[in-house]
């Protein structure tokens, strides 16, 4: 089994900034051939894609974290981040991370392996 574990989670006011970090671990094996993504899912409202990097490092953005978050992975410690800055209270949500065998990580079925989430609030 793989395990997936999200940190860095936490109470801030808005235009602040969090690190999410997500690590595999388990029988992750190497990762560098998957991709990652972040989804997140605020109260009452479906889960939706925030960014992906796949194999080759190239990344994916919804349109609501374009120019605020940045996707980074170091295959090496088998870790994606997700730096977040200009944070909204809209962007209040359980952040997930999730990895798999995809060149479309904005596609939650893809995605094989899941994390528990790390809760992101973010006060006006």
């Known amino acids: 089994q793989v395990q997936l574990v999200e940190s860095g989670g936490g109470l801030v006011q808005a235009g602040e900034s969090l690190r999410l970090s997500c690590s595999a671990s388990?029988?992750?094996?190497?990762?560098?051939?998957?991709?990652w993504g972040w989804f997140r899912r605020a109260p009452e409202k479906e889960r939706e894609f925030v960014a992906g990097?796949?194999?080759?490092?190239?990344?994916s953005y919804a349109d609501s974290a374009k120019g605020r978050f940045t996707i980074s992975r170091d295959n090496a410690k088998k870790m994606v981040y997700l730096q977040m800055n200009s944070l909204r209270p809209n962007d209040t949500a359980v952040y997930y991370c999730?990895?798999?065998?995809?060149?479309?990580?904005?596609?939650?079925?893809?995605?094989?392996?899941w994390g528990r989430g790390t809760q992101v609030t973010v006060s006006p």
């Open positions: 999730a990895l798999g065998r995809t060149d479309t990580p904005n596609r939650p079925n893809n995605l094989r392996y």
């Open positions: 388990g029988r992750a094996g190497d990762t560098g051939g998957l991709a």
């Open positions: 990097i796949v194999w080759n490092f190239d990344r």
